[in-house]
């Protein structure tokens, strides 16, 4: 009996993924595609599965607040934690300096009921004065382990140094660059070093460029220069095992160019801050107070199929989980009577009367 092949259509093409598979924190898609974590669950799960590897998302800041910063952060430690190779670049005259503010992991539940005994054990045949001794040894070990595609990240806890200083991370300041040649030519390097075998991708890496038109960069007033990097850098993921995120301010873009860089994105996110004392709002929406901010997907991106994506929902609200972790959530209406009421979509009733007795059709 031959062996069943998957089938291919019009619509979409099949790609080789046997070595993806092996790759650390590649997720294999349909049709082909490989997905690389955001470093927010929820978000991948939106977006099914991620970021779809060889895209380049590009991200809408708010001059308001830096929600994007916490974006990037996930973003850039995820990919430390998988050991894959970084490029980032800052208008900061220091962008290595910002490695040190990203999140560290969480432990799993199993890790800390693995935690639990070894420390119970430890307690009782080693001295106090050694325990640092038996600590080091644990977080070894717990380096050794296989990483999690997606993991929760706590935002009080800076990541620990060996994450980023014994691999391929490379910084770029872009305050002191007239133009963005310097840039192109390091993601130029960057990406050759990822480059597919033979259509087989062996190593997945990052890129992320923080406010790219900034007026702290000479080249901030060259929108077409801009939109020509973007174009060549989206050239170079496409062909290439890395996913690059771009974030910006479109308030300093001119409405023409604001919405070539739009087309240019196979992934647009924006994030938008929410006003402390919005009391209109805040009768809208259930848990107004727990919220940061906003974020709205306005295109998801789509490779290897031409198959358009929807969404339940398109807008959600930033929330920090424990005050550490980054969660999204969909907005639900708040009661109009005032009660505390039931979270979207868990309704049971056939009819909109709360009576007990007979269901009124």
Not at 185 to 192: D, L, N, P, V
């Amino acid at each position: 009996m031959a062996s069943s092949r998957p089938r291919g259509s019009s619509f979409s093409r099949n790609i080789s993924s046997a070595a993806t598979s092996q790759v650390p924190g590649v997720k294999l898609g349909p049709n082909g595609t490989s997905f690389l974590s955001s470093g927010i669950s929820d978000l991948d799960q939106i977006l099914g599965g991620g970021f779809t590897l060889g895209s380049l998302v590009m991200i809408m800041e708010d001059p308001e607040a830096p929600h994007h910063m916490l974006l990037l952060r996930n973003f850039m430690s995820q990919g430390l934690i998988h050991k894959q190779p970084l490029l980032y670049a800052s208008p900061e005259k220091d962008p290595r300096g910002f490695l040190g503010t990203l999140p560290s992991p969480m432990a799993s539940k199993e890790e800390k009921s693995h935690e639990r005994p070894a420390e119970q054990d430890a307690n009782l045949r080693i001295a106090w004065q050694y325990k640092k001794y038996f600590g080091e040894q644990n977080s070894e070990v717990q380096r050794g382990g296989k990483a999690e595609y997606c993991n929760d990240f706590d935002l009080r806890k800076p990541l620990e140094r060996h994450y980023y200083s014994g691999q391929r991370v490379d910084c770029i300041s872009l305050r002191d660059s007239s133009n963005l040649a310097p840039l192109l030519e390091r993601c130029s390097t960057f990406s050759a070093q990822i480059s597919k075998s033979d259509g087989n991708i062996t190593c997945a890496g990052r890129i992320a460029i923080q406010s790219l038109c900034s007026p702290q960069c000479d080249f901030s007033n060259k929108e077409w220069d801009m939109l020509s990097f973007i174009r060549s850098l989206k050239g170079m993921v496409r062909s290439s095992g890395a996913v690059a995120v771009i974030s910006f301010p479109p308030s300093l873009v001119s409405p023409t160019f604001l919405k070539r860089w739009q087309h240019l994105a196979d992934t647009l996110i924006s994030v938008k801050a929410i006003p402390d004392e919005d009391k209109e709002l805040a009768k809208l929406l259930t848990g107004y107070q727990d919220m940061l901010g906003l974020l709205s997907i306005h295109k998801v991106a789509r490779i290897n199929t031409q198959v358009p994506a929807i969404l339940e929902a398109t807008t959600f609200s930033m929330k920090l989980r424990k005050r550490r972790a980054l969660v999204l959530e969909c907005l639900n209406q708040a009661p109009v009577d005032g009660s505390s009421g039931s979270s979207y979509g868990t309704s049971g009733s056939c009819s909109g009367s709360s009576k007990t007795g007979n269901l009124d059709f």
